[in-house]
């Protein structure tokens, strides 16, 4: 059984700075593009930020320049770091990976969530 496992949300102060991390477990044969998401109250879940196997980066345009993703291929893992945090960066953030169970199968799997709050 495959599960990713999210930790590093809390409540921080606007301009604060947060760092989230995943690790994924379980039965794995290889992990493809990983990504963080994020859900405001009343909104729709949007990217965040996404990164491949080789280390290309993708961003959104709200938080280009103050977020940087980054993966450990060994161990499985990607992580966030979230600087000159804002309360409109408030939300659950979520992680997802596109997990290879065999050479031939692979699906889409996400994290519980965690929360990110920002406010003074």
């Known amino acids: 059984q495959v599960q990713l496992v999210e930790s590093g949300g809390g409540l921080v102060q606007p301009g604060g700075s947060l760092r989230l991390s995943c690790a994924a477990s379980?039965?794995?044969?290889?992990?493809?593009?990983m990504g963080w998401y994020r859900q405001a109250p009343g909104k729709q879940r949007e990217l965040v930020a996404a990164?491949?196997?080789?280390?290309?980066?993708n961003y959104a345009d709200s938080v280009k320049g103050r977020f940087t993703i980054s993966r450990d291929n060994a161990k499985k893992t990607v992580s966030l770091q979230m600087s000159s945090l804002k309360p409109d960066d408030t939300a659950v953030y979520y992680c997802?990976?596109?997990?290879?169970?065999?050479?031939?199968?692979?699906?889409?799997?996400w994290g519980q969530g965690t929360q990110v709050t920002v406010s003074s």
């Open positions: 997802n990976a596109n997990i290879m169970l065999t050479t031939l199968r692979a699906y889409d799997y």
């Open positions: 379980g039965s794995i044969f290889g992990v493809n593009a």
């Open positions: 990164i491949t196997v080789s280390g290309t980066t």
